[in-house]
């Protein structure tokens, strides 16, 4: 690069991105960070990016950015990412040191390394298994189990809207009322279909998915303030 005929290599440029970074950025992020885990509610999520020519790994090898966000009510909206190399708990465990507040994620395991947190589970997670599982060449999929699931979700869903502009501690009443039915419903209907259908069938893995996480999924009905779907 050459700019009023000065010369500048380009590793030149890179080092001084990566020493600004490590001066001036690193010690915003991690004040950013603390501001963050003193909110009550956060939400989590990891994706896999590719990275090249990194280490000793394969450049198609999965390498993740984790995103830590502050809840939608939050005084201030904070959102971290933070790059590591690979997808276990520990990288959670360690950006959320000393939150003890209501934690917001889909169903990864990894995040249990998080201790004394309230975990909270996405339900639409819970509605894409179903979704996943709908046959595509049903000529009336509406009769089939996976949109019995699906049907289920969304009134769940429904009420949320409804609930939408009502104060916390209301919220929490109208939950407990309405929603809390809905929740008991759906919880006989896929013990009892669990047992007639096969383990390894898509819908077979969306009950399963919904049975291995039916205490996180209620951890919403303890607070107004939780959702039931991950914001980020």
């Keep these: 690069m050459e ?5 500048i290599k380009s590793w030149n440029l890179s080092n001084w991105i990566i020493k600004t970074s490590e001066e001036w950025l690193n010690p915003v992020v991690e004040k950013l960070r603390e501001e963050l885990l003193k909110d009550k509610y956060l939400h989590a999520d990891e994706t896999p ?6 280490g000793n790994k394969k450049n198609t090898t999965k390498s993740y950015m984790w995103v830590y966000s502050t809840s939608v009510n939050a005084k201030h909206g904070i959102r971290i990412f933070k790059y590591a190399s690979g997808r276990a708990g520990d ?4 950006s959320l040191k000393g939150f003890k507040g209501y934690l ?6 990894g995040y249990s ?7 909270c589970l996405c339900w639409a997670h819970v509605r894409r298994y179903f979704s996943d599982a709908l046959s595509k060449d049903m000529k009336s999929p509406e009769a089939t189990l996976p949109s019995i699931g699906i049907a289920y979700c969304n009134q769940l869903f429904n009420w949320e809207r409804k609930f939408k502009n009502l104060s916390p501690e209301d919220r929490k009443i109208k939950r407990l009322e309405k929603e809390k039915t809905v929740l008991e419903a759906f919880w006989s209907w896929v ?8 383990p390894k069938s898509n819908i077979g893995k ?19 303030n939780c959702v039931i779907i991950t914001r980020i």
């Design 3 to 7: 700019t009023d005929g000065i010369s």
């Design 49 to 54: 990016v590719q990275v090249l020519n990194e």
């Design 91 to 94: 990288n959670a465990k360690e």
């Design 104 to 109: 917001h994620t889909d169903g990864f395991s």
């Design 113 to 119: 390394k998080v201790k004394d947190i309230h975990h």
């Design 191 to 198: 013990e009892s279909t669990n047992e007639k259908v096969l």
């Design 206 to 224: 969306a009950l399963q998915y919904a049975l291995n996480h039916k205490d996180k999924l209620e951890t919403y009905l303890e607070d107004g």
